[in-house]
């Protein structure tokens, strides 16, 4: 088909008393189209109707679309069924020509941005090959808006806590912070509301005022507005994570700052420049890093198990023997786990993200091999026992042969509580001269010492009503 512009050359031409065979040979096209132009005598491009096989079916497609919910697939297999013989693709171009189903799209915004004036942060899943196994992970990404700077970091999860120590760590890269942080509406830092209206987490509000910024996050379905942050992931997935090998989490995010330095120090043909070079300008007007910046880390409450561990996120780390049963307090960091007893710290460890259910074993937490075990202070039962000095010797030997169980001294409180003192004493000294530790048989003993002294059975009385027959 003619372009308007070659329709326009042939009616000039042909006003000048061009002949149609000289017309065509300049313009390097068929005499028939020639004759064409000139028979209908205009520039624009005539439109070509054809019958659309999917126009009988127009009401039936609009109410399909809203049953379906926009997906074509499923109005196709629909219409397929009441006797339509179209493709889907016919459908899919009859709709999109009509605007059924699909509203038409909108340019994209232009957004410029001063030296500090903004920054863009944002998550995305991906897989990373870590020690040999995929894993789904999540991409954390902080964006200069001005220069293109860019820091990424990779988590097992994201949470407030992640979120603010990669915060914290790449307003450290950067050398400061913009005046604005810009989300998309994350539940991590969001409390209430989105966009102009989102109030953010007063923690996370109270992370912002610390370094000087605020957040702000963008209105739902406006996701061009952080396009700064969302146009590196791809490069992300296909440039970092695709193809790569990662020992553990520790080689991923070292290896994921070096990637950030060599992007960094790129020249971009769209910029004109690296994005280092336009750091330069931009760095001034950052907001400086506070005097004193607290390591970030979140704080747990953990009681040490019998084998003299705590458990954090599946993962068991030691503690100090001495301190079984005991409740410590655990602050958790990105690179460690220090745990707590009171206001003194007793133990440091490297924190892990993985194989769940490992052991981090500290060997000083441990009594040296072949030391004698710490005594176990006696049970409330024992103590009972041991305020009468009489049975010391008799529950001393009972407990070496029950063991731990802590039932049968219950049963000897119980029967101390219960029968005079006097015959319980007679009896437990009887049974341990004949190391006799049965104790329903040392009850059979006490009853039948006191069955005269303390149950008197009254003498049976005559029946009034017998008498003499």
Not at 71 to 88: N, Q
Not at 365 to 393: F, N, T, V
Request: charged share 25%; hydrophobic share 40%; with cysteine.
């Amino acid at each position: 088909m003619l372009s308007e512009e070659t329709r326009a050359a042939i009616l000039e031409l042909a006003k000048k008393g061009v002949r149609r065979r000289r017309i065509a040979k300049l313009l390097s096209i068929s005499r028939g189209s020639v004759d064409e132009v000139l028979r209908s005598g205009q520039v624009e491009v005539p439109r070509i109707e054809r019958p659309e096989m999917a126009e009988p079916f127009r009401d039936q497609i609009g109410e399909l679309v809203l049953r379906f919910g926009g997906h074509l697939g499923r109005v196709h297999e629909e219409l397929v069924r009441a006797g339509a013989s179209f493709s889907y693709q016919a459908l899919t171009g009859f709709c999109r020509r009509h605007g059924i189903g699909q509203p038409p799209k909108l340019p994209a915004g232009h957004y410029d941005f001063n030296p500090g004036q903004e920054m863009q942060h944002d998550t995305s899943p991906h897989l990373a090959d870590i020690g040999g196994v995929k894993t789904r992970v999540q991409t954390a990404s902080l964006v200069l808006c001005y220069s293109r700077m860019i820091f990424f970091q990779i988590y097992a999860r994201f949470t407030r806590f992640e979120c603010k120590s990669f915060l914290a760590e790449a307003i450290a890269y950067f050398g400061g912070s913009a005046g604005t942080c810009m989300i998309d509406n994350t539940h991590v830092v969001v409390a209430s509301g989105s966009g102009a209206q989102m109030v953010p987490a007063p923690e996370m509000e109270a992370f912002g005022h610390r370094y000087g910024f605020a957040f702000a996050a963008h209105e739902k379905g406006d996701a061009n507005r952080s396009a700064r942050v969302e146009a590196p992931f791809d490069r992300i997935d296909k440039g970092f994570l695709v193809g790569s090998t990662f020992a553990d989490w520790s080689d991923l995010n070292r290896r994921a700052r070096a990637t950030c330095d060599d992007w960094n120090a790129r020249r971009s043909n769209k910029l004109h420049a690296s994005r280092r070079e336009l750091f330069a300008a931009e760095r001034p007007h950052l907001r400086p890093l506070p005097l004193h910046v607290p390591e970030v880390y979140q704080v747990h409450q953990r009681t040490v198990d019998a084998e003299g561990y705590i458990h954090l996120h599946r993962i068991r780390y030691s503690a100090p023997y001495i301190l079984i049963d005991r409740t410590l307090e655990v602050h958790e960091t990105m690179e460690r786990v220090d745990l707590f007893h009171g206001p003194r710290k007793v133990a440091t460890h490297r924190r892990l993200s993985g194989p769940l259910n490992s052991r981090v074993l500290d060997p000083a937490h441990r009594p040296p091999r072949g030391s004698a075990r710490l005594p176990q202070p006696p049970s409330p039962e024992e103590s009972a026992l041991l305020a009468e000095p009489q049975l010391a010797s008799y529950v001393a030997r009972l407990r070496a042969i029950i063991g731990g169980r802590r039932a049968p001294l219950r049963r000897l409180v119980s029967m101390l509580r219960d029968y005079p003192r006097a015959p319980l004493l007679a009896a437990v000294a009887q049974a341990e001269q004949y190391g006799l530790f049965d104790l329903d048989r040392v009850e059979r003993m006490v009853l039948k010492q006191i069955a005269h002294e303390y149950f008197i059975v009254p003498p049976e009385k005559d029946d009034p009503e017998d008498g003499d027959e």
